[in-house]
């Protein structure tokens, strides 16, 4: 798998999300929350949840 198909793919699952900083609050978007493919001109961030078990 390459990268761009494993941002894909970890972005379906929910691992990692988008922030949408074109308004004047970063708005977090996630596949669970809105509809809609990765958009990979947006910063990603990794799900706050897979942040802390990688840490534990």
């Known amino acids: 798998m390459d990268v761009e198909e494993l941002a ?3 972005y379906d699952v929910g691992m990692i999300q988008n922030i949408d900083t074109s308004k ?3 708005h ?3 596949i669970i929350r ?3 493919k990765l958009d990979r001109n947006q910063k ?3 799900h706050i ?3 802390r ?3 534990a």
Request: glycine fraction near 14%.
């Open 44 to 46: 990603m961030i990794i």
């Open 49 to 51: 949840g897979v942040w």
């Open 34 to 36: 809105n509809e809609g």
């Open 53 to 55: 078990g990688l840490n």
């Open 24 to 26: 004047p609050y970063a």
């Open 28 to 30: 977090i978007r996630s």
């Open 8 to 10: 894909y793919y970890l």
